[in-house]
């Protein structure tokens, strides 16, 4: 991944000092074991902190929104599919950005690593193929394919979408994904089960939105559930409340979500909260054929009319 | 001071004992991370743990409380009349706490018991709780507590001091409270004070050796409020922020909360939640103006609040005990640890650091 990095700071000094851009967007070295920080550098002198490494799962679209500056913003293949999206949806303009590509290998799941012991882990670091675990009295080498996020390893979309520069050399895509075997097990459910599933699921949330808040899509200046005239959602953590609010949010996002795993990344308590937005992608792609985020010369199907768009639901 | 030898064979009979007098609440390992609960009869605390997910403090200060319910049916004559919600506020024993969590009652208690208000919904769970800690052993890399006035064999706002020597605790007696507790569960092994109280203190000193984290503090108090509120590095801390609730849902010592009320066809509730100073709708007036319209304004105050307003207020330090729950947990990784240090180091160095 050093070589990520040196390419990342290479192109990010020179747009800053070309003045194409007046910051660039990238992450930091985080302070704790598996979590790097959003950031942005200004000047030549700041590019030193930029890094690059399996722990960017956070979406940088996210901090486009409304932004009136000249942006230079590293994008794995998710940022850029929410690029495309904030584009079309007229939340940043493509004159104004610069987009640095990383064609991206997987993030890493944190949870799932820190499950996986039980001391404390103090210090993690990789190489091309493994991640190395370390922690009082133990030390592992862990296969990086097998604790990537849920999202990366399904992932059919690893090379920016929309890219001015690149950070690496694009990579072959994976093939013959099956990415909705987890969607169909739920679809296969009885009611009832079905029910319980989602009960059991979002039992453990405390409502703090970071699903919603780390998701590049949910940039409403005031959110349903924050409406108090009329007052659509109650705000306690009674369980309908709770669910109204991850299956509006989940299809708030249809047609827009790339997968990009945000959401589940920023939970606090583990929630796996892609499953709601990921049975939506999948309706989106078997109904029209959509995927988000790939062309700028689309508009997403709910958001506009075909006359051959399907209409069984209407009986 | 009073030491009881607790056999770990006998942690179990005692705690069956315990239910006859107290509701009990401990740490439990669910799914994948430990958090409090009631517990039933019969199932124990798991004490095998770092620390929980969430701060205790939903124990006395539960995320949702319904406080009143009416009717509104005219036909009902007490209709539109708020009337009190009876709440069990019988002894409970709050088992296996971390002395930093401890801390943070007293900590919390500032805000909801002053000689002006005295809030009877988390004074009355307070008053009936009791608090037995556990004293920490293995302090996480996140750890700041010993330069949070605070520590991991930490004493105050506990009734109660578990230290796990192995095959038995060493329970040091802080209260009459605490001495009621061990009698109820049956545990009469009196310790030797001297032998105790040197095994407590050589564990004292390996944990506190252990703690590897560390804030500044030392000039908060000297700086001036206005010159940190005006200060240039905010938009730099906040950039990162998605102003989720997170770190002030995850803290044991946010207390702030918001009243709401619910309505279903001709019966309401009223109730207060947890609220955030991360969430825009915190600040926002009936009028639609908002006083904390940015992400920055924001963050600043969460980190003025905690580190500069309540420094002045009450002179006795932070309002952190140093658990490192927020810097866990934050999703994007903004580190009270670094913000406390830019603030007390403003102005005294030439360069922020980065």
């Known amino acids: 991944m050093s070589d990520y990095t040196a390419k990342i700071k290479e192109i990010s000094a020179r747009l800053l000092k070309e003045e194409k851009v007046e910051m660039v967007i990238g992450f930091r070295k985080g302070t704790v074991p598996m979590m790097n920080e959003p950031c942005f550098v200004k000047t030549p002198e700041d590019i030193k902190k930029l890094v690059w490494d399996s722990n960017c799962g956070i979406n940088l679209a996210n901090y486009l929104t409304g932004r009136k500056e000249k942006i230079g913003i590293i994008a794995k293949g998710c940022d850029s599919r929410n690029i495309v999206t904030h584009i079309i949806e007229n939340k940043i303009k493509r004159e104004q950005l610069l987009i640095i590509g990383v064609p991206c290998k997987g993030m890493i799941d944190k949870n799932k690593i820190i499950s996986m012991f039980e001391n ?5 670091s990789e190489n091309e193929e493994n991640i190395i675990v370390k922690g009082e009295g133990f030390e592992k080498t862990l296969n990086k394919n097998d604790v990537l996020q849920e999202n990366c390893k399904i992932c059919i979309h690893r090379n920016p979408a929309i890219y001015d520069e690149l950070a690496a050399d694009l990579l072959d895509e994976q093939k013959d994904i099956d990415r909705y075997e987890d969607v169909r097990k739920i679809e296969a459910m009885a009611p009832e089960d079905k029910w319980k599933y989602f009960e059991d699921l979002l039992s453990p949330c405390i409502r703090c939105y970071a699903c919603r808040n780390a998701c590049p899509l949910c940039y409403c200046p005031t959110c349903f559930v924050d409406e108090s005239k009329p007052q659509w959602v109650g705000k306690s953590i009674d369980p309908t409340d709770t669910r109204t609010f991850h299956f509006l949010r989940a299809y708030h996002c249809a047609g827009r979500c790339t997968d990009c795993g945000a959401c589940e990344r920023a939970c606090p308590m583990g929630i796996k909260v892609r499953i709601f937005t990921k049975k939506l992608e999948k309706d989106c792609l078997e109904l029209y054929g959509w995927e988000a985020g790939l062309s700028l010369d689309e508009r997403p199907p709910l958001d ?3 006359p051959d768009d399907p209409e069984d639901f209407i009986k | 001071m009073k030491y009881i030898n607790i056999d770990k064979k006998s942690w179990a009979s005692g705690l069956e004992n315990l239910y006859e007098n107290y509701r009990l609440f401990g740490p439990v390992k ?11 009869k019969g199932e124990l605390p798991d ?19 319904t406080m009143f319910e009416y009717s509104l049916d005219e036909s009902k004559e007490d209709h539109h009349i708020l009337k009190e919600i009876n709440k069990d506020y019988s002894p409970r024993a709050l088992i296996g706490i971390r002395p930093c969590d401890a801390a943070s009652f007293l900590l919390v208690k500032r805000n909801f018991d002053t000689p002006e208000y005295k809030d009877p919904y988390w004074l009355s769970a307070y008053e009936a709780t009791i608090f037995i800690g556990l004293a920490c052993s293995s302090p996480c890399s996140t750890c700041f507590c010993t330069s949070a006035g605070c520590g991991p064999f930490h004493e105050d706002g506990l009734d109660l001091l578990l230290v796990d ?7 040091k007696i802080l209260t009459p409270r605490g001495e009621n507790f061990i009698k109820s569960a049956g545990w009469e092994t009196e310790a030797d004070p001297t032998a105790a ?8 000193i390996k944990a506190e050796e252990k703690i590897a984290s560390f804030v500044s ?32 849902y995850a803290c044991p010592t946010c207390w702030c909360f918001d009243i709401q009320d619910e309505v279903s066809k001709s019966s309401g509730l009223r109730m207060r939640n947890w ?11 009936g009028t639609g103006y908002n006083p904390r319209n940015t992400k920055v304004q924001r963050v600043r105050q969460r980190f003025m609040h905690k580190l500069k307003y309540y420094v002045d207020k009450y002179s006795d330090g932070i309002q952190c005990v140093g658990c490192g729950r927020c810097i866990r947990l934050c999703p994007v990784n903004i580190d009270i640890r670094r913000v406390c240090d830019i603030m007390n180091n403003y102005g005294s160095r030439s360069r922020l650091e980065t």
Request: charge should be negative.
């Open chain 2, 47 to 65: 004490l095998n743990y770092l620390n929980t997910l969430l701060s205790p403090k939903s124990i006395v200060f539960p995320q949702s409380e």
């Open chain 1, 304 to 306: 506009t009319y075909r």
């Open chain 1, 120 to 124: 404390e882990i103090n210090e993690v």
């Open chain 2, 275 to 285: 609220d955030s100073c991360m969430f825009p709708l915190f600040t926002l007036h």
């Open chain 2, 197 to 204: 109280e040197k095994i407590i203190k050589d564990m004292k």
């Open chain 2, 217 to 248: 503090t030392d000039q908060l108090k000297n700086k001036s409020t206005t010159r940190l509120y005006d200060a240039p590095f905010w938009e730099e801390i906040a950039f990162a922020c998605i102003n989720c609730g997170t770190c002030t």
């Open chain 2, 30 to 40: 669910n799914n994948k991370h430990h958090v409090f609960k009631e517990l039933s």
């Open chain 2, 165 to 171: 020597e192995g095959k038995n605790f060493i329970a």
